[in-house]
């Protein structure tokens, strides 16, 4: 009896980690510049299929968040069917393995894998026959706030059985990388069917099925080091606070070389040397980094410049994009060379602003190379809040920095740039006292 109570003992406890381990993954995921943001996959069974039996179905991949983008290679979609399903065609994408169609011998299915991996189409790979709408874009989603018609990527799977049951299965273990780690995805639900409209929007058209689910990212998932860092410079201080030494990794031991190898990218194996960030060797080894110079003093206004600059010899960043939250944005007057728009947050007291490039200009942060680096920058107007603007404690200075979607190290606040006479070093305490309180809480849990 006593055992059993000991075990019994070991199962609850066993549970309740697995719950903390669980809350610990979803209050990671919450972010609340981006509150309600996710990926959703949707699964729309559109029509029953006799000849080969089964079922045609429309999958899409709507990205909800509003600054989180997906780059080049783009998203790959991953699921394990719950019996013996094979794709006869697609339309939009591809799977990436044919694997073993032997048993078939006078229609050959477009794959046969137990456990497909579904990428999507270049533009040049496909033809008016094989599109569908929002595919074709080598995996590309954009954020919802900066582009809502390219957020989302959709395409066509013709599936059907084995052994011809007409039994229709959810597909299970689904998975998303966009393009490495980062995304845990939950179970595909039955869901309200999918409704479109026809004859100019008077009659409705519900498809046959639906299932859904949501994809959120965590950078506790991802396991790597920063891929960006923020400097900071002022009028008022001839002082440059550079990026943290060592904030994406730390230089190699051979300080007389110009290039860096950064084992920093978990989308593909480090084994391979195209698969590692060649950067540029730098004290902080970061392949981006963001610069905020506060530049001028007027009567009514500051003016602030904003610059990126990309360290890495091998990558470029198409439609890149910067989030910043500062104390006054709600005073923005205008910004010179970025499209800007204001986002929502929750529980910040501070305002948050997304800065992405405009077309035919600077969408692109071209990579480095031996002389320069790649850079794009701005300048931005803010006009002054006399009640609350004021230089003493880091007020001109950002909070919190994004790049691409990942968090930007900072530079600790006792390394800000600060009047001129001293006065606010006396403001390091709080930060001092700060650092001890998470520490103990670290200890106690």
């Not at 990309?310 to 205008?334: A, E, I």
């Not at 880091?394 to 190290?409: K, T, V």
Request: hydrophobic share 35%; charged share 20%; net charge neutral.
């Amino acid at each position: 009896m006593a055992m059993m109570r000991k075990n019994r003992n070991l199962g609850s406890f066993s549970t309740v980690m697995e719950h903390h381990i669980l809350l610990l993954i979803k209050s990671n995921c919450y972010d609340p510049m981006d509150p309600n943001g996710n990926i959703t996959v949707t699964f729309d069974i559109l029509q029953w299929t006799t000849n080969p039996d089964g079922y045609l179905a429309r999958v899409t991949i709507q990205n909800f968040y509003r600054y989180r983008h997906i780059d080049n290679p783009g998203w790959s979609l991953g699921w394990t069917w719950a019996k013996n399903e094979v794709i006869w065609s697609m339309r939009g994408a591809f799977a990436t393995d044919m694997g073993n169609c032997s048993s078939f011998k006078s229609q050959i299915p477009h794959s046969c894998k137990k456990n497909p991996v579904i990428v999507d189409l270049m533009l040049d790979q496909a033809s008016p026959d094989n599109m569908t709408e929002g595919c074709c874009r080598g995996g590309t989603l954009y954020p919802l706030s900066i582009d809502p018609s390219k957020s989302f990527a959709s395409f066509e799977v013709q599936v059907g059985s084995q052994e011809g049951n007409a039994t229709i299965h959810v597909p299970r273990n689904l998975t998303l990388m966009a393009p490495g780690p980062g995304y845990s995805c939950g179970p595909l639900l039955d869901s309200d069917p999918t409704i479109s409209s026809d004859i100019g929007g008077r009659r409705h058209v519900p498809v046959f099925r639906t299932w859904k689910t949501t994809c959120t990212y965590s950078s506790f998932l991802t396991n790597k080091t920063p891929m960006c860092c923020v400097s900071l410079s002022t009028f008022y201080n001839p002082k440059v606070t550079p990026c943290s030494k060592c904030s994406c990794g730390c230089r190699d031991a051979d300080i007389s070389t110009d290039s860096c190898i950064r084992e920093g990218d978990p989308s593909s194996p480090a084994s391979s040397v195209n698969n590692v960030d060649i950067v540029r060797c730098t004290d902080h080894m970061c392949p981006v980094r963001v610069h905020w110079h506060v530049k001028n003093n007027y009567v009514d206004y500051w003016r602030v410049k904003l610059t990126v600059s990309n360290y890495n010899y091998k990558k470029n960043y198409s439609d890149w994009n910067v989030l910043v939250q500062h104390p006054s944005f709600k005073n923005l007057v205008k910004t010179y060379s970025f499209n800007t728009t204001l986002l929502p947050a929750v529980g910040l007291g501070d305002e948050v602003a997304l800065f992405w490039g405009i077309k035919f200009y600077n969408e692109e942060l071209l990579n480095a190379d031996k002389e320069t680096f790649g850079s794009v920058s701005t300048e931005i107007l803010l006009k002054k809040d006399f009640d609350s603007f004021t230089l003493r404690n880091g007020w001109a200075l950002p909070r919190r920095i994004y790049f691409n979607g990942e968090s930007c190290q900072m530079p600790p606040p006792d390394d800000f740039p600060i009047l001129p006479n001293g006065s606010s070093k006396q403001k390091s305490c709080p930060s001092f006292v700060l650092v001890l309180v998470i520490l103990a809480f670290k200890t106690l849990f």
